[in-house]
Every structure is written in structure tokens, then in C-alpha cells.
């Protein structure tokens, strides 16, 4: 691979990948938004395979593949389940509050021209940010290394501002893809026993989060997380 | 030699996870698994609420009969009908004790085989042991010998009280032993990449442990103590991954730019913009799991919420282990860019958490959730002294942990059993502990005594220590050291007072008696031996701190 070719489809990648985030902000179905994760979780596995087509390196290529089957497969179909849960108790139980509004963001916290503007105040301040840290070895991977620290402070952005709970399970991922890219695009990765630790964290911090958004819905009749207002002083 | 290490150095984090599955493994020969989750869920459901109401109701003075004659129509005829299972306990429940054993055991091991003031290592450097690593497993092997030994008591008043299944109780020792698991990992791991996937399977661990009963404040605390702490966590991992860039442009190799040791001594090699940007990130993100300002918040709550040997572990070990994380990161810090930036940043944060630990003392009215804050003032403490940084304030930073630990757990235990008898963690309706269960209340008095920093209690010498030290440092310090010393003097006028109230009075009129309360007590004899006498512990002391020590 030229080295124009691989700057450019790293930039696309990464394009597609701070896009994504942005989206998520954007769109209110929860379905659409376990989507576009999916499809950020495709991106971030392209960032990999392209450094380890770029470095000749086998094993990069491998985790690629990993980081592709967990972030793009396993992760947003668990997410999809545990939705698809939620909106079919709707028809079986009545007296709850509709499954429509379970799957939808209909409240948000900040509104989504606010949030479409922080986005991008927060992609500004990534770059401000990591200029120390291009500078220390400007190449085109790490040139593109804003774009994950800007996910990860939009995926915080989610976290914060959304009152789903599935929304805020997405919007810690976002901040998790995020901080991979930035794993990627500064250092080629971290070494793979770590790799596989953080992966087998993630995975199971979601399947948690899933068993606990159940309970919620359980014991508040909702999965909105504003109403969990029982432990405060 | 080598063999020995590398079994030394593995037991402690192999040894819980095997009790672990030795414990899965019982739960499904003997069928109390239950068969598909659906079904567990429906008949959990269903059961908590109307027997949470008759715990109340027994506390209100109404004793509650209905439980104590299925408490009694359970226990085999002859044996006095409540006492017997609330003492007697499952036998299975004294076999977690191994684990805790098996971490003290090698703890000393590891002391004794490592050449004086040196080190170990096994499989290549992954896992090594100095002798802070050797402090922390003691400390770790300690309190969880007091929260696994006052765990039988707990589970057993849960199943007297009809708020847990057989399979509840295996699941919680499958938890327990799993997080002591990764403690022990957290603590013998070199290699900072594996801390933090073992400081973040902690939180993955505990999460169903905190989030044990179905009803809304426990899940509210659970989802807290995931979200937040996740996220916290995944700050440090972006820290710990600008530092693993930092070390590769110093040209530190694939397999080494994450081993602590390989980065202090290289760490005058490290870019310092991105060694800043990354030192921020790690305090910020482990400070979460700490306890510390700015994401405290799960705290509170999620030790509220935790069954009371839970809320004793996680208290008196997690939070004090992924300080020690900070600790390891301070010093690569201060190699790399001079001692002034840890010191303005922790001091700050310590302050901070100080004064709003302080603040929300003074308003405190859930027994619970006042230790939490108290375990917040601690933390913020040993922050304060790591600021300071001296060997006297190291030394009193490790000592001090020590013995928050040990007090804490003791603390939180008994906080458990009075949980347990009064059926209320608010302060207001606790009163005349020491006239009715004179041995109950003297262990949470003398407890909380020590929390307050009295003499024979280790706390006395380390706070005593780490004042000196601050005083002794410099004017900026100094002024720290006497502004946290007025907001300790607010948080123990808010302890002392609510601790007195729960304490003095009239007995009231309830039958059952508390019991197990044997490692209440060693866990204060030994806090207060550690005040008096360090003895052999004091020169493993020392040399811990030396390994902390500004290179």
C-alpha cells in the first residue's frame, strides 16, 4: 500500500468514526443509535487493519478482526436484545409506560442542536488538547489521534446528558471505542495481553450493565435514569 | 527458588478465583442453581418486600413473629428456636476462609524471601513482588479474613430472615472470593496494563454484590457504582495508553513500556506534555475507584447498599488498592516531571474531598452511609500525605491504610449485625447499643474511636505522622496540612456525636442477640497492636515506603 493511499483511508476511517459519534447525538430511537455504534465499531476495526496492513503486522490484523467481531457484533447485539426485551413487555404487560417511549430519547438533557454544538466545542478542545501529543512524533496515525480522544469526550457527553439507560450503556462505549482508537493511532495498539483484558472488561461491564437495566426497569417501571432519585443527601 | 516465587507470587491471585469455582461447582452438584434465570427472577421478586416490612416492623418494637416461628419450625426440634441457625451458620460458608489464609500466608513468604529492601518477579517480570506489594497483601489478607470470618454470621441472619436462597448464598461467596481475586492480581501485577483490567473487573465483580436485593435504592446504588465507575476507570486506562506512547517514543520496547519498574527507571526519558496529559488522567480516573473528588459519588451509596462484609471490603481494601495504583503512577510522575505536579494535584483533590466528606458528616442521619463518608476523610488523608511525599509521610500514608482498613472493616461488620438487630440504618431510631448488647456496642464504639484517631489505634500514629511530615515540608503544605487538620477536627465532632447517640440510652426490648463477634475484636486488637508496636512490620514499613520514594 502507497503511502497516500494509507493516509487516506486512515482519514476516511477516522472520519467515519468521529462521524458516528457525532450522529449518536443526533438521532433519538435507541435502535439508531445501536447502529450507528455498530457502525463505529466497523471503523475502528478498519483503523486497525489498515496499521497492520500499513506495519506488516499479523497479529494487528488479528486483533482487528476481534475488535470487529466484539465492537460492530457482540456488543451492539446484546444492546439490541436487551431493547427489543424492553418494547415487546410493552404488549405483554399493560399499565407500564409504552415500549415506544422505552425505545426512544425523548428528553434529553441538552437538546440536540445544543448537543450537535458541544460536539463540536469538544472536538476543538480534543485538538487543543493533543497537541503535545502529535507533536511528539507527527505522523499520519497520530495526526488523526484528536479524532479518538474527541470520541471519548463525546461519549462522556452522552453519558452525562442521556436519561436512557441503554443510551448511557452506548455512550460508554463510545467512550471505550474512543480511547481504542487512541490506543491505535498513537502506538499501534497496547500489547495484546492487556488487549485482551480491557476487551474481556468491556464485554462483561456491558453484559452488567444489560442484567442491571432489567432490574431497573423491574423496580422503577422505566429504564430513565433521572427517575432513580431514592439515595441522595 | 524460582519455582517457589512464581508460586508464591500466583497463589494469591489464583487461590480466591479456585475457591470460586470450587464454590460454583458445589452450588450446581448440590441443584440449588436455579434453572433458567426467568424463574429465579419471578419467585426473588416476589419474595423481598413483605419480609423487608417485618424486619422494620421488629424494629419498631413489634417483634416480628411470624419469622422467628419459620425461623424456628426450620431448626431441627430441641435447639432453641431463633439462636441456633443465626449462630450456627452453613459449614460451607467457614471454607472462604481459606482464601485469606492462603493471601496472609504468602504475604510473609514473599517478605521473607525477598533479599533485604529487593524484589521478585515470576513469568517474566508480569508479576513481581516489593515490599509494598507484600504491605498491600497483608492488608488485604487481613480484612478479608475479618469480613470472610463475620460473612457466616451475615448470611446466616439473611437465611433466618428469609432474604436469601441457597443460591444467593453461593453467589455471593462465588463474588466475594472472585474480587479478592483481583485485588490480590491488582496488588503482585507489574505490568500497569494489567492492574487496570484487574481494578476494573473489581467494579464487574462487586456490581451484583452491591445490587443484591431487587429493591429500588440497591439497584439505584449499583447502577451508580457501574456507570460512574466504569467510566472513571476508562479515564485511566487513556491515561495509562499515553503513557504506554510516551515510553515507546522514548524507545522503550513493546513488551516493557507498560512494567512499572522498566518506567521509573526510564521515566527521565518521557515526553512531559504527554506524560502530564496522561499522570491527570490516571489520578482522575483511579481517584474514582478511591473514593476521591470528582466522581466520589458512587460511594456513598454503593456502600450503603453492599451486604456489610462487602461494604468492609470494599472500604477497607478496594479503595485503599486503587490508591496504591496512584501511589506506583506518582512516582514515574515525579521521575519524569519534578515533584511539584502529583504534590499541587493530589493535595488539591484531598482537600477537596476532605471538605466535602466534611460537609456531608455534619448532615448525616444513615449509620451506613456515615462510615461511607468517614472511609472518603481517610482517603483524602492518605492523598494528603502522598502530596506531601517525605518517607515520614509515605511511611504514614501505608500505615495509615493499614489501619483504615482494619478499623473499617471492623466498623462496617458491626454496622452489619445492627443493621441486622434494629432492622435501620437510620441514626435516629439506634439508640441505647451499649446497654442492650454491651459487646456489639463496645466493638462499634471502639471502632469509630479508632476511626476518630485516639491512641492505642494506629490511626493516632499515622495522622500524628502525616501532620508532622506536612508541617515539616513547606509553607504551601503547611497550610494544607493545617487546613485538613480543621476539617478532621469537623468530621470527628460529626462522628463522635452521631456514634455517641447511637450508643447511650436505654435498652430496648428485642430477644435476639448478636453473634460471631470473635473477629470483630481481632480486627481491632490487631489495629491497636499496630499502634503500639510495629514490631517486625516496622521494617517492611520503611522499605515499602523507600520503594515510593522520589528516585
Redesign the interface.
Known amino acids: 500500500m502507497s503511502k497516500g493511499l494509507f493516509t487516506q483511508l486512515l482519514d476516511l476511517a477516522c472520519g467515519a468514526f468521529l462521524l458516528a459519534a457525532v450522529v449518536v447525538l443526533w438521532r433519538r430511537e435507541l435502535a439508531a443509535i445501536v447502529r450507528l455504534f455498530a457502525l463505529q465499531g466497523f471503523a475502528l476495526a478498519a483503523v486497525a487493519l489498515l496499521l497492520g496492513l500499513h506495519e506488516d503486522r499479523w497479529d494487528l490484523i488479528a486483533v482487528a478482526a476481534g475488535i470487529g467481531a466484539l465492537r460492530a457484533g457482540l456488543l451492539p447485539y446484546l444492546i439490541r436484545r436487551a431493547l427489543t426485551a424492553f418494547v415487546a413487555e410493552r404488549d405483554g404487560g399493560p399499565g407500564r409506560r409504552g415500549g415506544s417511549e422505552e425505545a426512544r430519547e425523548t428528553q434529553p438533557l441538552v437538546n440536540v442542536a445544543a448537543s450537535l454544538l458541544t460536539a463540536a466545542a469538544l472536538t476543538l478542545l480534543a485538538y487543543a ?1 493533543a497537541r ?2 502529535v ?3 507527527p505522523t499520519p496515525a497520530t495526526r488523526a489521534l484528536p479524532v479518538g480522544l474527541a470520541v ?1 469526550l463525546i461519549g ?1 457527553f452522552v ?1 452525562v446528558t442521556r436519561r436512557r ?1 441503554l443510551a ?1 450503556v452506548v455512550g ?1 462505549l463510545l ?2 471505542n474512543g ?1 481504542t482508537a ?2 491505535f493511532l ?2 499501534s495498539g ?2 495484546l ?2 488487549e485482551l ?2 476487551s ?2 468491556v464485554l ?2 456491558v453484559l ?2 444489560q ?2 437495566t432489567v ?2 426497569r ?3 417501571g422505566t429504564t430513565d ?1 433521572d427517575d ?1 432519585r ?2 441522595h ?1 | 527458588m524460582t519455582a517457589t516465587t512464581a508460586l508464591l507470587l500466583t497463589a494469591p491471585a489464583a487461590v480466591p478465583p479456585a475457591v470460586a469455582a470450587g464454590y460454583a461447582l458445589t452450588g450446581f452438584v448440590r441443584h440449588e442453581v436455579p434453572r433458567g434465570l426467568p424463574a429465579v427472577r419471578r419467585t426473588q421478586e416476589s419474595r423481598p418486600p413483605p419480609v423487608r416490612k417485618a424486619t422494620v416492623l421488629t424494629a419498631a418494637g413489634v417483634a416480628g413473629l411470624p419469622e422467628r416461628k419459620e425461623a424456628a419450625a426450620a431448626s431441627p426440634p430441641g435447639n432453641p428456636a431463633v439462636a441456633s441457625p443465626v449462630r450456627a451458620g452453613h459449614p460451607s460458608d467457614w471454607a472462604a476462609l481459606a482464601s485469606p489464609t492462603v493471601i496472609l500466608t504468602c504475604a510473609a513468604l514473599l517478605a521473607s524471601e525477598r533479599v533485604d529492601g529487593g524484589w521478585v518477579s515470576a513469568y517474566s517480570g508480569l508479576l513481581r513482588a516489593d515490599a509494598l506489594t507484600v504491605w498491600m497483601l497483608l492488608v488485604v489478607g487481613a480484612v478479608a479474613f475479618i469480613a470472610c470470618a463475620s460473612a457466616p454470621a451475615h448470611l446466616a441472619a439473611e437465611r433466618a430472615a428469609g432474604n436469601a436462597t441457597a443460591w444467593t448464598m453461593w453467589r455471593y461467596h462465588m463474588l466475594v472470593q472472585t474480587f479478592l481475586g483481583a485485588m490480590c492480581l491488582a496488588v503482585v501485577s507489574a505490568n500497569l496494563g494489567v492492574l487496570w483490567v484487574a481494578i476494573e473487573a473489581t467494579t464487574v465483580v462487586t456490581a451484583f454484590l452491591v445490587g443484591h436485593r431487587r429493591t429500588r435504592t440497591s439497584v439505584e446504588a449499583a447502577w451508580k457504582y457501574v456507570v460512574i465507575c466504569s467510566a472513571g476507570i476508562a479515564l485511566a486506562f487513556l491515561g495509562t495508553v499515553l503513557l504506554y506512547y510516551a515510553a515507546r517514543q522514548a524507545g522503550i520496547a513493546e513488551a516493557w513500556a507498560l512494567d512499572w519498574p522498566t518506567l521509573v527507571a526510564h521515566a527521565d526519558r518521557l515526553d512531559p506534555a504527554v506524560t502530564r496529559l496522561g499522570i491527570s488522567l490516571v489520578v482522575l480516573g483511579y481517584g474514582a475507584k478511591a473514593g476521591l473528588v470528582p466522581l466520589h459519588a458512587w460511594l456513598p451509596d454503593a456502600h450503603s447498599q453492599a451486604p456489610a462484609p462487602v461494604s468492609a471490603l470494599m472500604s477497607g481494601v478496594l479503595l485503599s488498592v486503587a490508591f496504591a495504583a496512584i501511589l506506583r503512577y506518582r512516582v514515574i510522575a515525579d521521575a519524569a516531571l519534578g515533584p511539584d505536579f502529583t504534590r499541587v494535584l493530589l493535595a488539591g483533590i484531598a482537600l477537596l474531598t476532605l471538605t466535602l466528606a466534611a460537609g456531608l458528616l455534619l448532615a448525616q442521619r444513615d449509620f451506613k452511609r456515615m462510615l461511607a463518608y468517614s472511609s472518603m476523610e481517610h482517603m483524602s488523608l492518605i492523598a494528603l500525605a502522598a502530596a506531601i511525599g517525605s518517607p515520614l509521610a509515605l511511611s504514614a500514608a501505608l500505615l495509615h491504610i493499614a489501619g483504615h482498613g482494619l478499623a473499617k472493616a471492623t466498623a462496617f461488620c458491626a454496622s452489619g449485625q445492627i443493621l441486622h438487630l434494629r432492622g435501620t440504618t437510620k441514626i435516629g431510631r439506634v439508640r441505647g447499643l451499649l446497654a442492650q448488647y454491651p459487646w456489639l456496642g463496645a466493638l462499634f464504639g471502639l471502632a469509630v474511636v479508632a476511626l476518630l484517631g485516639f491512641p492505642p489505634f494506629s490511626l493516632f500514629a499515622s495522622e500524628l505522622g502525616i501532620a508532622r511530615a506536612g508541617f515539616a515540608t513547606g509553607a504551601g503544605l503547611g497550610w494544607a496540612t493545617a487546613t485538613a487538620l480543621l476539617l478532621v477536627l469537623v468530621a470527628f465532632a460529626a462522628l463522635a456525636i452521631r456514634t455517641a447517640r447511637m450508643l447511650l440510652g436505654p435498652a430496648e426490648a428485642t430477644g435476639e442477640s448478636p453473634s460471631a463477634l470473635w473477629p470483630l475484636a481481632a480486627g481491632l486488637a490487631a489495629c491497636a497492636a499496630l499502634g503500639i508496636a510495629t514490631g517486625p512490620l516496622g521494617h517492611l514499613l520503611t522499605q515499602a515506603a523507600a520503594v515510593l520514594e522520589r528516585p
Request: aromatic share 10%; net charge negative; charged share 20%.
Open positions: 488538547v503535545p501529543l507533536e511528539l512524533d471519548v462522556f453519558l439507560a448511557q460508554f467512550l471505550d480511547i487512541t490506543a498513537a502506538a497496547v500489547p495481553i492487556v483484558g480491557v474481556f472488561d462483561l461491564a452488567v450493565l442484567l442491571l432490574r431497573v423491574e423496580a422503577f435514569i432513580l431514592e439515595l443527601d
